[in-house]
Structures are given as C-alpha cells and as structure tokens.
C-alpha cells in the first residue's frame, strides 16, 4: 500500500510540473499538488 500512494504521489507531482507551464489549466494545478503531498505524508504517517 505505501508503494501505490508514492506512485500516486509521484504522478500527480509530474502531472502538477507539467501543468505548471499550460497556462490554461488554472487551480487545477495546485489541487495536485495538494493531493500529492497529502499522499506522500500518509504514507510517512502509516509507515510510524
């Protein structure tokens, strides 16, 4: 279950740099980002 939420973490992470440049995407790009570090400190979390 970590690995999946790193690989989710990871993905959404790139989808997040990569819609940082397309203009048109609006606050989609931060709501990924948001995701992404949640998943990454649920994984942290789960593995204490």
Request: no cysteine.
């Amino acid at each position: 279950m970590r690995g999946l939420l790193y690989i989710i973490a990871v993905i959404l992470v790139i989808g997040w740099v990569f819609g940082f440049f397309y203009a048109g995407s609006g606050n989609l790009i931060h709501i990924l980002l948001v995701i992404a570090i949640i998943a990454l400190l649920l994984g942290v979390i789960r593995r204490a």
